[in-house]
């Protein structure tokens, strides 16, 4: 059973979750110090940019999407991505 659902449904959960947990912010400082520390937390990266630092968000969602049509995005747990963050 997840953790996150309740008798509402699963959705219900994670939402009412996410509500109590996080923080947004909407004047972010430099993109380095967040992506460092997400990587020490172990998120794996598929597109070398955080959607929340995006200009326009709807650019990364239909990057994405177009990966995942191409087989790209899809990374199996034992690979290492390669990705090249020398931006």
Known sequence: MCPSE????PNCGLVKN????VE???SAGE???FRNLLFEMGIVPIIPHLVGMEEVP???ATELEALEEEDVA???PEE???VDFSE
């Open 58 to 60: 709807t650019t990364y």
């Open 31 to 33: 993109e380095k110090p």
């Open 18 to 21: 996410f509500a109590q947990l």
């Open 74 to 76: 899809k990374v199996e």
């Open 6 to 9: 309740t008798p509402e449904g």
């Open 80 to 82: 290492e991505p390669e």
């Open 24 to 26: 947004i912010s909407t």
